[in-house]
C-alpha cells in the first residue's frame, strides 16, 4: 500500500511530519491528538511529495538506507 507523508504545526512553527494512508486518515488523527485545536492545526496540514532530508529511514539492522530504498524484510 502506498503511503502518504504530511507536515503539520503545533504548536506553531513546531513541525510534526506523519505517514499515513490517505489524508483521511491524516484528518482523524488531527481530530484525535487535538479535538480542542483542530481549527488551529487542520490549516498547517500538508502533503508532502518526500522526508525532509534530516529524516533517516532503517533498515531492519539500524542502517540507513539510501534515499528512495525499503528494505524488502518489512
Known amino acids: 500500500m502506498h503511503r502518504k507523508k504530511f507536515r ?6 513546531e513541525a510534526h511530519f506523519v505517514e499515513a494512508p490517505s489524508a483521511n486518515a491524516m484528518l482523524e488523527y488531527i481530530k484525535r491528538t487535538y479535538p480542542h485545536n483542530f481549527d488551529d492545526v487542520l490549516p498547517t496540514m500538508v502533503e508532502i511529495p ?3 532530508v534530516f529524516w533517516k ?12 530504498k525499503l528494505d524488502k524484510r518489512d
Do not use: I, K, N, S
Open 8 to 13: 503539520y504545526e503545533y504548536p506553531p512553527m
Open 50 to 52: 518526500r522526508w525532509p
Open 57 to 68: 529511514t532503517l533498515d531492519l539492522d539500524g542502517r540507513v538506507l539510501p534515499a528512495g
